[in-house]
T-cell receptor
Framework: RKEVEQDPGPFNVPEGATVAFNCTYS??????FFWYRQDCRKEPKLLMSVYSSGNEDGRFTAQLNRASQYISLLIRDSKLSDSATYLC????????????FGKGTSLLVTP | DAGITQSPRYKITETGRQVTLMCHQTWSHSYMFWYRQDLGHGLRLIYY???????DKGEVPDGYVVSRSKTENFPLTLESATRSQTSVYFCASSESGTGNSPLHFGNGTRLTVT
């Protein structure tokens, strides 16, 4: 089983739509969770960390469900500029140097 | 400007040649990393370094060598390039190695081995 699994998509949504991505992880002891964004042919950039109580940053909301071992990213009022690949990243306990990256979920927001 | 820079951006080399990818950061971050990104695999850690003169293997270290004589530089060398090493290579740095610090990535080196 892969450490971190994501639906690769692509998710094609119209502008203004709400879209959600899920990511599952296999190591129940994982402690840190992140969403990174990667534009085509560019480097990944941190979008947001994911906290146990859930957290919001503008139109983006991240949730963590430890019991089911998944994290989610909700994007409200999608913009064309949100088109990118979203990488789920999990840090297993005691492994600060080996973040596990999901393969990414591709989002295309259309006019 | 502060940041992390990689060079070259693009490189084509032949099988069997040695090639070095450069990475330089100006934040004085202790931790630096080399990842490769391939279709179907996502990002995989090659080597990492916790400080100058301290390096360790990641998930896919075979065929690669690293060094870190100065905090700001972390070059990656392919000793004898193979076609399977055709990939996009990202260098990254972080303030700490606890996993809670975000990674800051360079803009990548696209390497083609013919």
């Amino acid at each position: 089983r892969k450490e971190v699994e994501q639906d690769p998509g692509p998710f094609n949504v119209p502008e203004g739509a709400t879209v959600a991505f899920n990511c599952t992880y296999s190591n129940s002891a994982s402690q840190s969770f992140f969403w990174y964004r990667q534009d085509c042919r560019k480097e990944p950039k941190l979008l947001m960390s994911v906290y146990s109580s859930g957290n919001e940053d503008g139109r983006f909301t991240a949730q963590l469900n430890r019991a089911s071992q998944y994290i989610s990213l909700l994007i409200r009022d999608s913009k064309l500029s949100d088109s990118a690949t979203y990488l789920c990243v999990v840090n297993p306990l005691n492994s600060g140097y080996a973040l596990n990256f999901g393969k990414g979920t591709s989002l295309l927001v259309t006019p | 400007d502060a940041g992390i820079t990689q060079s070259p951006r693009y490189k084509i080399t032949e099988t069997g040649r040695q090639v070095t990818l450069m990475c330089h950061q100006t934040w004085s971050h202790s931790y630096m990393f080399w990842y490769r990104q391939d279709l179907g695999h996502g990002l995989r850690l090659i080597y990492y370094s916790a400080a100058a003169d301290i390096t360790d293997k990641g998930e896919v270290p075979d065929g690669y060598v690293v060094s870190r004589s100065k905090t700001e530089n972390f070059p990656l060398t392919l000793e004898s390039a193979t076609r399977s090493q055709t990939s996009v290579y990202f260098c990254a740095s972080s303030e700490s190695g606890t996993g809670n610090s975000p990674l800051h990535f360079g803009n990548g080196t696209r390497l083609t081995v013919t």
